[in-house]
C-alpha cells in the first residue's frame, strides 16, 4: 500500500526539534518559521510539555466520555480563565475543522435555521460542513456544494447586514484573521458591526479562531482586539503543541441536550493534558505578550523592504506579500538560509512561529530575508 497524495511535499524530514528549531535526518538544523501550520505553540520539544505528556502516558491514555474525566473540568476552568470566556462552556473534539462542524451544527440546533453566512475567500476545513464554508470549489466536492451557504465580502459592511436582515441564517462565520487566504483581518468596526447585527437578527456569531487564536495574535483571540465577544470560539491548532485536539467554546444562551454533540476521541486524557501544559506554559512564560511584542519587532525589521508588496497581520501571524520579481523567494529560504515558512498563493510568506521566539530568533530571520533582497 502506498499513501494517498494529498500535498506536494518537499525533500525534508524533519526528526527532532527543540523550541523554535527542528533537525532532519541528515542533522542540519532548521529554524521553524511556520510551526507546521501555526500547530507549535510554545515550541518543539518543550520540557514541561513533554513531562507532563509522559507522566499522562504512566496513568491512563484514554477511556471513553461515558465516564467522568477531571482533566476535561480543569481544562475547561483554566482555559476559561485564561482566555476570558469563563461564561461560555466546552466542548472538545480533535480537530479545526471538527470544531467548526460542531460550531455550525450547533448553531443550526439552538435557531432552528439551516442557512450559513460565510466570509469572501475563507477557509475552515476539509470537512463536509466546513468546507461548505470554504470559498474554494476547486476543494469541494459535487457532494459538499450546497445553497444553505452565502458568502459576503471581507470588511463590507453594508453587504454583511443587508444579508443578516433576512433573519435567515442560523450563523455567521468569521476566522479572526484569514491564514490561508493569506493573512486578512476584518477590521474592528466589521466585528462590531456584525455583532450589532447578529444580536438584531438573532443570528449566532461563530468566531473561527483556529489559526488566529491561542495568543497568536498578541490577544488570546484575534477577535477580541475589537472588544466585541462571539456566542462560539472554535480552536484547535495551537492548543495542544501537536497533539491532535480541537474545541468549541459555546455561550451559555445555547442549551445543550444529551447527543446534540458527542466524540469518541475528543478531550482523551492524552489530549487533556496537552492542552493543560500549553496553557500553563503560556501563562508562566508570558507567550501572548511575547507574541504581540516579537510581532511588532519583525514588522518594524521588515518595513521598506523592496520585495515586500504589502505587509498584514498582527503579533505572529503575519503575511509578507511580494512583488513578483521575488516570488521564489520563500523556496530560497528553505534550501538556502534553512528556514520553514509558510504559504499562501504564488507570493504570499506566512509567518507562524511558535510564541516563544525572541529576538535571536527574529534578528536569524531578519538577516536572512533581508540578505537574499538587497
Known amino acids: 500500500m502506498e499513501l494517498f497524495k494529498t500535498y506536494k511535499l518537499w525533500p525534508i524530514e524533519p526528526v527532532s526539534g527543540n523550541g523554535c528549531h527542528v533537525?532532519?535526518?541528515?542533522?542540519?538544523e532548521y529554524l521553524d518559521f511556520y510551526g507546521g501550520h501555526a500547530v507549535i505553540s510554545i515550541g518543539h520539544c518543550h520540557p514541561v510539555y513533554v513531562e507532563m505528556m509522559q507522566q499522562q502516558l504512566t496513568k491512563l491514555g484514554f477511556y471513553s466520555n461515558a465516564v467522568e474525566n477531571s482533566l476535561q473540568v480543569?481544562?475547561?476552568?483554566?482555559?476559561?480563565?485564561?482566555?476570558?470566556?469563563?461564561s461560555h462552556n466546552l466542548f472538545l473534539c480533535n480537530s479545526g475543522a471538527e470544531a467548526n462542524e460542531n460550531a455550525i451544527k450547533a448553531a443550526s440546533f439552538h435557531t432552528g435555521r439551516k442557512k450559513l453566512l460565510a466570509i469572501g475567500r475563507a477557509f475552515h476545513g476539509r470537512t463536509s460542513g466546513a468546507v461548505a464554508a470554504t470559498d474554494n470549489p476547486s476543494i469541494q466536492s459535487a457532494f459538499n456544494r450546497t445553497d444553505n451557504v452565502t458568502f459576503t465580502p471581507l470588511n463590507?459592511?453594508?453587504?454583511?447586514?443587508?444579508?443578516?436582515?433576512?433573519g435567515e441564517y442560523a450563523a455567521l462565520i468569521m476566522e479572526g484573521i484569514q491564514g490561508v487566504a493569506g493573512i486578512y483581518e476584518p477590521e474592528a468596526g466589521f466585528w462590531q458591526a456584525a455583532r450589532k447585527a447578529c444580536d438584531d437578527s438573532g443570528t449566532i456569531l461563530i468566531a473561527d479562531e483556529i489559526q488566529s487564536g491561542y495568543g497568536r495574535s498578541g490577544r488570546f483571540f484575534a477577535h477580541q482586539h475589537a472588544g466585541i465577544e462571539a456566542d462560539i470560539i472554535s480552536v484547535a491548532k495551537g492548543m495542544g503543541n501537536g497533539f491532535p485536539i480541537g474545541a468549541i467554546l459555546i455561550s451559555d444562551k445555547i442549551q445543550a441536550r444529551y447527543g446534540m454533540l458527542g466524540t469518541t476521541f475528543g478531550g482523551n486524557h492524552l489530549a487533556c493534558t496537552a492542552a493543560l501544559a500549553v496553557l500553563k506554559v503560556m501563562k508562566e512564560e508570558g507567550l501572548v505578550a511575547n507574541a504581540a511584542a516579537m510581532g511588532s519587532y519583525l514588522t518594524e525589521g521588515l518595513k521598506g523592504n523592496k520585495a515586500i508588496k504589502e505587509l498584514r497581520g498582527r503579533g505572529l501571524m503575519l503575511g509578507i506579500e511580494l512583488t513578483e520579481a521575488y516570488g521564489d523567494l520563500r523556496d530560497?529560504?528553505?534550501?538556502?538560509?534553512?528556514?520553514?515558512?509558510?504559504?499562501?498563493?504564488?507570493?504570499?510568506?506566512?509567518?507562524?512561529?511558535?510564541?516563544?521566539?525572541?529576538?535571536?530568533?527574529?534578528?536569524?530571520?531578519?538577516?536572512?530575508?533581508?540578505?537574499?533582497?538587497?
Do not use: W
Open 23 to 28: 533537525r532532519d535526518r541528515e542533522g542540519t
Open 74 to 86: 480543569e481544562l475547561a476552568a483554566r482555559l476559561g480563565e485564561q482566555c476570558g470566556y469563563d
Open 156 to 166: 463590507d459592511t453594508e453587504a454583511l447586514k443587508s444579508q443578516l436582515a433576512t
Open 332 to 374: 530560497r529560504l528553505l534550501f538556502e538560509k534553512h528556514i520553514f515558512t509558510g504559504g499562501a498563493g504564488k507570493n504570499v510568506i506566512r509567518l507562524l512561529p511558535p510564541l516563544m521566539i525572541g529576538r535571536k530568533d527574529a534578528d536569524a530571520f531578519l538577516e536572512a530575508f533581508n540578505s537574499l533582497t538587497v
